[in-house]
């Protein structure tokens, strides 16, 4: 009986209309369509069999499902949702992911919720595309009317939809925050501490479960300034950016641990991580290498460090140590002033390096860009050749 009534669906679906065709009126022909191919109750009914042979769902997700499912006598619901997906132009394993996702998407009103959803999407501008990519990522959200009002709100503050759904990625749960109760405030705060709308929606990006709950984002404000970073300083959002993951313990471990890599006092590692709050990211084995190269071989002060740590953002064998070898060579065979600071060489892009310490040496050292490219993948000579 099941493969009987597949075909009208698998016609239904078939037909739907493509996703270019104006979205109202895919709208309304996928809900007639629907619609005439009801199907009356049947006590025959099995949802997991239904999951399987025309969901796609796979025997143990079906069986997983089926348990949200268990009040579904007829296909008659589902049917109208399968065709309405795919007049969105979700394809088979899209609606199949979407399905094992949320199970009970299968039991929302096309013609009460899903429907006016889609209207009131198109009329804040998104296409088709957008509104699918939306309802395969949320669909949890997609099945309430209020997710509507909810991205007239988010689309403005992220600027585009495909920044909006870059936080839907990880967890669909960011578009059932509370706006009045949650997001509304959280971002007056943020604006209060001096961050414009686009550093809220790269903070929100990168870390969206922030933005459901107050606590979190006070949280965050009240460690920045803990760590030296007061608010409105040009630190302050990359210090809310090096907090969000972090708690208080491991942000006292990773002081503790920046003194003793790096031989700092306590003045001079508060210095370091207000200057780079990055700091709190990065691995300890990193920056134990780092230290080891920058105090023991290249000879810096622990001070002339913690008043740049910018150095230890970049790549110790992609630049550290290539650039050091060039300072060394050049310093040693008199091409550049021995008081050459080893910093103006590490901030600089690598267009201007080549352009400032490489090229004006072509004559003197015609094997100078040849071996710094080689330090650049690893492949340090044990010393650079002068001739």
Not at 163 to 171: H, I, M, Q, V
Request: charged share 20%; net charge positive.
């Amino acid at each position: 009986m099941l493969h009987l009534r597949q075909r009208p669906l698998s016609h239904l679906l078939s037909a739907a209309p493509a996703p270019s065709t104006s979205p109202l009126l895919s709208l309304h022909r996928l809900l007639s369509a629907a619609a005439a191919t009801r199907i009356p109750p049947n006590p025959s009914f099995a949802v997991d069999d239904y999951l399987v042979e025309t969901c796609g769902l796979t025997r143990a997700q079906a069986l997983k499902a089926s348990a949200k499912l268990s009040h579904l006598k007829s296909p008659s619901k589902p049917d109208a949702v399968l065709a309405f997906l795919a007049g969105l132009g979700l394809s088979g394993a899209d609606v199949a992911a979407l399905v094992a996702k949320d199970p009970q998407f299968l039991c929302a009103g096309v013609e009460t919720t899903l429907s006016p959803v889609v209207v009131g999407l198109t009329g804040l501008g998104l296409s088709p595309s957008g509104i699918a990519r939306i309802v395969s990522l949320a669909p949890g959200q997609f099945r309430y009317r209020s997710v509507v009002s909810k991205l007239e709100y988010y689309l403005p503050l992220f600027g585009s939809i495909d920044n909006l759904l870059r936080p839907l990625k990880p967890s669909s749960g960011f578009l059932g925050s509370h706006l009045d109760r949650a997001v509304k405030p959280n971002v007056a705060f943020l604006r209060e501490c001096g961050l414009g709308d686009d550093d809220i929606a790269k903070l929100f990006i990168q870390t969206p479960w922030i933005i459901a709950a107050r606590g979190h984002v006070l949280a965050m404000v009240a460690c920045a300034e803990g760590i030296g970073v007061p608010r409105g300083s040009g630190m302050f959002k990359s210090a809310l950016h090096a907090v969000s993951y972090v708690s208080d313990d491991k942000i006292a471990a990773k002081l503790d641990y920046l003194k003793k890599a790096f031989r700092w006092s306590d003045t001079e590692v508060g210095i370091a991580v207000s200057k780079g709050p990055f700091l709190l990211r990065r691995s300890n084995d990193v920056l134990q290498r780092m230290s080891e190269f920058l105090i023991c071989e290249v000879g810096l002060e622990p001070l002339y460090i913690a008043h740049r740590p910018a150095m230890l953002t970049r790549s110790l064998e992609g630049r550290l140590r290539p650039r050091y070898h060039v300072m060394r060579f050049l310093k040693e065979n008199g091409l550049t002033n021995h008081d050459r600071d080893y910093y103006s060489m590490v901030v600089v892009s690598e267009k201007v390096f080549v352009e400032k310490f490489i090229c004006p040496h072509k004559q003197a050292a015609p094997h100078l860009a040849e071996d710094y490219a080689a330090a650049c993948t690893g492949q340090v000579p044990a010393t650079f050749r002068f001739t």
